[in-house]
């Protein structure tokens, strides 16, 4: 048998069956598996409350397995030069397709070929650069700085896996804008999370940087829902797809959320706390794995937070800006951008046009 099948059907399978995965880095997970050709029904445990249990449904199992190997091999390329950290060579594979059921959608559960096939050709037709280098842009007056960006590989555990960063810097001190995670098919990009990492402490610059994010709230009634939305989410997406406009990818879309982000919560949560009511955390740890518990519980409030940020900083900027039109049906939504001209934000006409005028060698190739 194939060396990924074999991790797959031997490894993945009964892990996930279970509700982890062992990767030497154990990833909590849980479904279903079925087996349409032969009416095969593998039932996961039933030893977890509040979980969504979706079914991974492989109609055809020859198509499968080929879209599997494929993606599971252009992934272990994609990744060859990262730092796995704690993780054992052996265990690449089985975290590879882990971490690819981690982030499926119960949509995508339906139908796993697919997923697989689409992510996989993702891979392949990334036309960016991939470098930590920042890619210096122009000079901006409302921030007094200059405007960078890098887009990069992202961890594999993460939504999507590339990601893109907006800093502006005034030559001493830089702001680091929110993070998007994405990746490119057909021409549309697929987003799958806005999300910053908050510095312990601000410099001078930072905190005059975060004043003048509030520019990016005009236009919009404070009594509007989308007004909440971060403002600096709002400035780093206008940067996105501007640049992406500029290279012929005119559709973006919000990636569904992935159900096992919240059953690897709920795991997470029921086990370190079975643990701690039985005694079985030494004590030297149990501090540690009290806050784990208590930052695992917390999370659950945030989830309707984190997935409206996303959708509202895309909503955002169709609201500010003119020229794109909106698809929405329940958690997916789709901005396709015509021609987008000036619309009722200042801030935001200023990054749309500064990114909208940049050309590489690479977006060519998408004429």
Not at 8 to 33: K, R, S, T, W
Request: charged content about 25%.
């Amino acid at each position: 048998m194939n060396e990924v099948l074999n991790v797959f059907y031997n490894h993945v399978i009964p892990g996930a069956l279970q509700g982890e995965i062992d990767c030497e880095l154990l990833v909590h997970m849980i479904c279903n598996v079925y087996f349409p050709e032969n009416n095969r029904l593998l039932k996961a445990t039933d030893k977890y409350e509040d979980l969504i249990i979706p079914t991974l449904i492989i109609n055809n199992q020859n198509e499968f397995n080929n879209a599997l190997i494929d993606y599971v091999e252009t992934m272990l390329a994609f990744y060859q030069d990262y730092d796995f950290s704690s993780i054992d060579k052996q265990y690449y594979p089985a975290y590879i397709i882990a971490t690819a059921l981690a982030n499926m959608s119960q949509k995508d559960y339906l139908d796993p070929t697919t997923y697989f096939r689409l992510r996989t050709e993702a891979i392949k037709q990334n036309p960016f650069i991939l470098s930590e280098t920042k890619v210096p842009v122009a000079h901006s007056d409302d921030f007094k700085g200059d405007l960078y960006y890098t887009v990069n590989k992202e961890k594999p555990n993460e939504e999507a896996p590339f990601r893109y960063t907006l800093f502006v810097t005034d030559g001493t001190d830089t702001y680091e804008f929110q993070t998007i995670r994405f990746f490119i098919h057909d021409k549309t990009a697929y987003i799958g999370a806005i999300q910053g990492n908050k510095p312990d402490e601000k410099t001078k610059y930072q905190n005059k940087v975060k004043r003048v994010l509030y520019k990016a709230n005009e236009g919009i009634n404070s009594e509007n829902e989308l007004y909440q939305t971060n403002p600096g989410a709002v400035v780093a997406l206008t940067s996105f797809i501007a640049l992406l406009n500029s290279m012929g990818i005119n559709k973006v879309a919000i990636l569904p959320y992935g159900i096992q982000r919240w059953n690897d919560k709920k795991i997470l949560f029921s086990n370190l706390s079975e643990k701690l009511q039985n005694n079985k955390i030494e004590e030297p740890y149990k501090i540690k794995v009290v806050r784990v518990i208590e930052r695992t519980s917390s999370y659950f409030d945030k989830v309707p937070t984190i997935r409206n940020q996303l959708k509202n900083s895309l909503l955002r900027f169709h609201y500010h800006l003119n020229g794109s039109s909106l698809t929405q049906d329940n958690e997916e939504l789709l901005i396709e951008c015509g021609q987008i001209t000036n619309g009722n934000n200042n801030l935001l006409n200023e990054i749309y046009g500064t990114f909208n005028n940049l050309s590489t060698k690479k977006a060519n190739q998408l004429d």
